[in-house]
């Protein structure tokens, strides 16, 4: 037991010092500075039942293999397993959790996670335990969830599951996570794994925190991150990676932008040749099986993967093996047809596309629907051009446009919901094409707070990508080559056309229900951030992403304003998003860095404007 004196003494060090988890910040966070232990052979139990983990599984190199039993994965599964393909069919609560609990305590015991780049220099002693003084230890784990799990938990509609959870550690040691859903235990578990440290001994793990006291609870249901696939492939290890990284942070949605003008990845096995002549490389597509084991690996995550096929626009891959079903491809000056080479759309009035559609749709859905409750059918950026060059219509006018896109719409959507499934469309199609869409439908926007202004006034629910905030592909510069001579003087510097660069600051200011009444404001089911990846390709991934997504995760969960109503400010998060940023680096993803060490070490005001 401490001194009072010198509890006081550690009081003072946990305010002077940078170390201050957790991301994102819990509704209601209250902490001690006394210090427990967290032993491997812990006591853990679900809903009464001991949850088996080995401490032998940490050994990183030593992956399970696909098809192995699931009791084996179960006990096998730690932090990240690069193919990892859960099994079984359905989902269990109980295989959930315990995988959790296993990748938890693999993430605390495996990362050696010490944290002296978050301590002052050549300190850190004075932050942690001195293991020659006596230790409390954790005594055990007890892991509650007060109701069943329904099917819509795997698969939910935003806001059809309570992802919230409650989480007490007393200061002698007793551990308690109660959370309704099994999705609520994840989230649990990830804060669990956020406060412990591991010792600069090497064999030691502990809190600094204890008491610890959490109520938490998202504040929008939809939290996600748009990941294009077409412009550049992205492995299917790749996209896995992305799911850890967004489960870390309680994002909790993948829309998969999947097929696009410039390749169409995804096979199809009623229509081989989509994907043979439309991929990049046949190294470069998703089977079945592929696009079945990310959308499970999601569900163990708590993360809800769905896919877009872009239309009626942004489909001109498809003209790579059927020419017949596509105007303006690759047509040039590509900007009098599309956004970016090469153009390509469907056309609007063909009976040939709608029975491609019919059997792609028939195909494809049927395998999508057990694991998501949506599918996105695109409609940006449709260039009304393109139907001059369509033998059937030649026209570009709206007149004549929009009443065939109100019905290509609906027959494409009938077919979503005949699926199971709720469409999203982009905010082009009912804003500027006027399209009357169902009551279901979810309308993304990414043209800024007056999209999400004007389609929630129209009573729309509302997904929120403003591009002036979330397009984290922004501010890298142009890929067009310019020629020496005029086009060189015009876009000199050549920065790209949504410049500035999205930095984590920028990104953390924006609140997707700025300006908006309370009745606009309950429409907005959430955000995403979204990757284009034109210039965007694995290599790079991670830093893009991170930890600049991770800053909009806590708008998304926690709010722009905190508990008593004030924005949220840079110089509280920057010590724990920080923090966030080594542990993402140490569980194997390459986030960006938030501050030079020099600032990580130092205190809250070294690195701040104005002192
Ligand atoms: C968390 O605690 C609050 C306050 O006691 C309670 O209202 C809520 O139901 C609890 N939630 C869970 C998931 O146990
Ligand atoms: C359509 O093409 C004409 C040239 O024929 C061009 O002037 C116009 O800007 C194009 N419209 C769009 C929307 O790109
Ligand atoms: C669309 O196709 C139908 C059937 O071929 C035809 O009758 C109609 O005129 C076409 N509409 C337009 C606007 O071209
Ligand atoms: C329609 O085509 C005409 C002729 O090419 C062009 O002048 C006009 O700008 C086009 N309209 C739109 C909306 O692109
Ligand atoms: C949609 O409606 C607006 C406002 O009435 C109008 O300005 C616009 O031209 C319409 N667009 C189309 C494609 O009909
Ligand atoms: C709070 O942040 C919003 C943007 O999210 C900004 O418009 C507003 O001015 C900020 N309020 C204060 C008091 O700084
Ligand atoms: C808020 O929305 C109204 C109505 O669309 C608009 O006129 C106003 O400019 C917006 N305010 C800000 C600060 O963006
Ligand atoms: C932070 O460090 C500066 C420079 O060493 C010092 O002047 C200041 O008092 C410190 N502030 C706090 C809050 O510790």
């Known amino acids: 037991m401490f001194s009072p004196l010198l509890s006081l003494l550690l009081v003072l060090l946990a305010v002077f010092d940078p170390v201050s988890a957790i991301w994102p910040a819990p509704q209601s966070y209250s902490k001690g500075s006394s210090f427990l232990y967290l032993h491997q052979n812990l006591d853990i139990t679900y809903n009464g039942a001991r949850v088996r983990w080995s401490s032998s599984l940490l050994n990183h190199d030593d992956f399970p293999k696909e098809g192995a039993s699931a009791e084996y994965m179960i006990d096998r599964q730690i932090n990240y397993v690069p193919g990892y393909v859960p099994v079984g069919s359905g989902f269990n609560s109980k295989e959930i959790v315990t995988a959790a609990v296993a990748r938890t305590l693999a993430s605390i015991f495996g990362d050696k996670f010490v944290p002296w780049r978050l301590t002052k220099r050549h300190q850190l002693s004075k932050f942690e335990p001195d293991v020659y003084k006596g230790q409390n230890w954790i005594k055990n784990l007890q892991i509650v969830q007060t109701s069943q799990d329904k099917p819509c938990t795997f698969k939910p509609l935003a806001g059809e599951v309570d992802e919230s959870y409650n989480f007490t550690l007393s200061a002698d040691g007793d551990a308690k996570l109660t959370a309704v859903s099994s999705t609520g235990v994840l989230r649990g578990l990830e804060t669990f794994a956020q406060l412990f440290y591991a010792h600069s001994t090497g064999t030691f793990w502990y809190t600094p925190f204890a008491p610890v006291s959490i109520q938490d609870s998202p ?30 942070n309680k994002l909790n949605v993948l829309h998969v932008h999947v097929t696009d003008s410039q390749s169409w990845p995804l096979e199809i096995p009623s229509m081989p040749e989509v994907a043979r002549e439309g991929a990049y490389h046949a190294s470069q597509t998703y089977t079945p099986h592929d696009i079945d084991s990310i959308q499970r690996y999601g569900i163990h995550r708590g993360v809800e993967v769905y896919f877009e096929i872009d239309m009626p626009g942004h489909i001109g891959s498809v003209a790579l093996s059927h020419p017949e079903l596509i105007v303006a491809y690759n047509e040039q000056p590509y900007w009098w047809w599309c956004a970016e080479p090469p153009c390509g759309a469907f056309k609007l009035n063909s009976t040939a596309v709608d029975d491609f559609l019919e059997k792609l749709f028939n195909d494809l859905l049927p395998r999508l629907s057990p694991y998501s409750a949506y599918f996105h059918t695109g409609g940006d950026e449709l260039n009304k051009n393109d139907s001059m060059l369509d033998e059937g219509i030649r026209s570009n006018d709206s007149a004549v446009l929009q009443p065939l896109l109100q019905k290509f719409i609906d027959a494409q959507h009938a077919r979503v919901r005949k699926a199971g499934l709720t469409p999203i469309v982009w905010e082009e199609i009912p804003l ?108 790079a991934l991670d830093g893009i992403l991170w930890p600049r997504a991770s800053a ?31 542990r993402m680096v140490a569980r194997g993803v390459n986030a960006a860095l938030v501050q030079m060490t020099f600032c990580t070490q130092a205190n809250s005001t070294e690195c701040s404007y104005p002192l």
């Open 432 to 539: 500027e094409w006027n399209v009357t869409l169902g009551k279901d439908t979810v309308v993304q926007a990414w043209l800024g707070d007056e999209s999400v202004k004007s389609l929630t006034g129209k009573g729309y629910k509302v997904i929120d990508s403003n591009y002036n905030y979330l397009y984290v592909d922004c501010g890298r510069g142009q890929w067009i080559n310019m020629e020496n001579g005029e086009a060189f003087q015009t876009f000199y510097p050549f920065g790209d056309w949504c410049d500035p660069y999205k930095n984590w600051r920028l990104i953390y200011s924006h609140d997707p229900i700025f300006n908006l009444t309370d009745e606009e404001a309950k429409l907005v089911i959430g955000a995403e951030a979204a990757v284009w990846a034109e210039t965007i390709d694995p290599v």
């Open 552 to 582: 909009m995760g806590e708008v998304l969960w926690s709010g722009r304003t905190d508990a008593s109503g004030h924005n949220r400010s840079q110089l509280e998060a920057t010590p724990r998003l920080s923090e966030m940023r080594e």
């Open 219 to 248: 504040k929008f249901p939809h939290r996600g991150i748009l990941l294009d696939t077409a412009r550049n492939y992205m492995g299917v290890n790749d996209i896995k990676r992305t799911i850890d990284a967004m489960a870390w």
